[in-house]
């Protein structure tokens, strides 16, 4: 399995001129290493969804917002330092495009990829902006306006990885996109339950969590009491009205967009593993990982035309 996943984790070298005269050299094969810690089933995708010119592309945009998802907890919960370290991100897309990106692993392949692809450059500010809004934990005060703010990172991000392909959405793209950006992240939400738990912590916003009758401090205990059951049900059923909006079109749609989601399978096991265990999200069966991924990811690719 593990040779699976390792496919492409490979050396390939560019070089770009800095500033100040010289060369920089990059080995992008430890950014898809970076990927393959933080995001296996992202990478996995990737290898299996994307050509192998542009696999490099693609993950570039999966390590952009990997490295805005690890901001909150760089600051250590400090919110004023996680807004500076985003205001810092902000600064950098305006220097890629600017054509001047700062010598950072990240920036250097993303400003490549902005180079060769022609990608809406607004996106990536909107994953920022998302993110910081993210910040405010008492900013959404219902599971849809929740749900439409995670839709702005994973959206957007989606999007991006759909316009690798040399392709632009239109609006029904975009509006299938968006239903699965909600999905993608409302389905992160409920895994990072168990996840943050064990740190005492918790992503959910405070408002929603007080629907419900529940403190934090209710859920890092591990067990599913009738209230977290009841959470975590609205959650997934949140995200099942999404994905079933997405399974029910997207085969009408072009191959790039089918390809850009299929992460939709993944998800759609977890929702049915999910309501099969009662809403536990703390059982084992919940959070087992999927062996099989890489090769009904690939199985896909193949039928759909990319292999």
């Excluded at 990737?46 to 945009?61: G, Q």
């Excluded at 959404?140 to 989606?158: H, K, P, R």
């Excluded at 912590?201 to 401090?217: F, G, H, K, M, V």
């Amino acid at each position: 399995m593990l040779k699976v996943l390792d496919v492409g984790v490979r050396s390939c070298r560019w070089t770009s001129k800095a500033k100040a005269g010289g060369r920089r050299r990059y080995d992008h094969g430890k950014l898809k290493l970076n990927v393959y810690r933080k995001d296996r089933e992202g990478l996995v995708h990737t290898l299996a969804a994307y050509p192998d010119n542009l696999v490099r592309f693609a993950l570039a945009i999966r390590a952009f917002n990997i490295e805005l998802a690890q901001v909150p907890d760089s600051a250590r919960g400090e919110v004023n330092v996680a807004q500076m370290r985003y205001k810092f991100w902000k600064e950098s897309i305006d220097l890629i495009l600017k054509g001047r990106p700062r010598m950072q692993p990240t920036l250097l392949e993303l400003s490549f990829t902005v180079d060769k692809c022609s990608l809406t450059s607004e996106l990536f500010y909107q994953m920022i902006e998302s993110r910081v809004k993210l910040l405010d934990r008492r900013s959404t005060a219902s599971i849809d306006d929740y749900a439409e703010v995670l839709s702005g990172v994973y959206g957007s991000m989606y999007q991006l990885l759909y316009e690798i392909y040399g392709t632009k959405c239109d609006d029904a793209s975009k509006n299938l996109i968006s239903s699965f950006g909600r999905a993608q992240g409302l389905v992160n939400s409920v895994r990072g339950i168990r996840f943050l738990a064990g740190r005492h912590t918790c992503a959910i916003p405070l408002p929603i969590l007080q629907q419900y009758d529940l403190a934090e401090s209710d859920i890092f205990h591990g067990r599913v009491d009738d209230r977290v059951a009841v959470l975590v049900k609205d959650l997934a059923e949140a995200a099942s009205r999404e994905i079933n909006l997405v399974n029910s079109s997207v085969n009408a749609s072009d191959k790039y967009l089918r390809l850009t989601l299929l992460p939709r399978i993944p998800i759609n096991w977890y929702l049915e593993r999910l309501q099969s265990n009662k809403y536990n999200v703390f059982s084992d069966n919940v959070a087992k990982r999927e062996l099989l991924l890489p090769l009904v990811y690939k199985w896909n690719a193949f039928k759909i035309g990319i292999r």
